[in-house]
């Protein structure tokens, strides 16, 4: 199963961008790469998923280079609701999530 | 589509009880996983069911814990004999499989408390 890595925290202000990188040495060519969004005392939510290039829907978008060993996701414009914990998955079935990215937006 | 719903919300038991969990998934959904998540820490998988087959258990996945989807509808977690290291939320999701790109939907788990 593919390994992902992802910096433990990010603080940003509110109406910033904010991009986390994820990387995936060993991506298989059948994975994609998934992100999820969680917060305190829920289950996690997919947010956006891509196999190459770029993807964009009306929540983030996620950009992800052409040897595919990394991708980022980019929350633009952040709010203090975006605060939460953000995973990378590189999945082909069910595996952990690791410790995921603890973004904190201030005012 | 109601998303997934997991009963009860909470639970506090003594430890040496046994407990038992329900997912019910999206309906159409043909995948069901449970997941483990402890303070600070990502969900850890434990098994999962393609329909009512259980095709994978995790290590962390002990004797104590069985899970069962007996009509590839809704799922139990059972927790026997438990312990206060069992203290976790529970989590269950579940996918459309049929291709690589089914995400998972999660409901918003089980809080257990082992005293």
């Known amino acids: 199963l593919a390994k992902t890595t992802q910096p433990i925290s990010m603080d940003s202000y509110e109406g910033q961008e904010v991009n986390i990188t994820c990387s995936h040495n060993n991506i298989a060519t059948n994975d994609y790469i998934t992100w999820y969004q969680q917060f305190p005392s829920q289950g996690p939510r997919f947010i956006i998923q891509?196999?190459?290039t770029k993807v964009t829907n009306e929540v983030a978008s996620l950009f992800i280079p052409a040897d595919r060993k990394s991708s980022t996701l980019s929350l633009p414009r952040v709010s203090l609701s975006d605060t939460a914990v953000y995973y990378c998955?590189?999945?082909?079935?069910?595996?952990?999530f690791g410790k995921g990215t603890s973004l904190l937006v201030t005012p | 589509d109601t998303g997934v719903s997991q009963n009860p919300r909470h639970k506090i038991t003594k430890r040496g009880q046994n407990v038992t969990f329900r997912c019910d998934p999206i309906?159409?959904?043909?995948?069901l996983y449970w997941y483990r998540q402890t303070l600070g820490q990502g969900p850890e998988f434990l098994t999962y069911?393609?329909?009512?087959?259980?095709?994978?258990k995790s290590r962390l996945l002990s004797d104590r814990f069985s899970a069962e989807r007996p009509k590839g509808s809704f799922s139990t977690l059972e927790i026997q004999r438990t312990e206060q290291g069992d203290s976790a939320m529970y989590l269950c999701?579940?996918?459309?499989?049929?291709?690589?790109?089914?995400?998972?939907?999660f409901g918003n788990g089980t809080r257990l408390t082992v005293t």
């Open positions: 309906s159409e959904h043909n995948r």
């Open positions: 069911f393609q329909n009512e087959a259980q095709l994978e």
């Open positions: 998955l590189v999945r082909r079935h069910a595996l952990n």
């Open positions: 891509g196999y190459k």
């Open positions: 999701a579940s996918s459309l499989e049929g291709s690589y790109n089914s995400p998972l939907h």
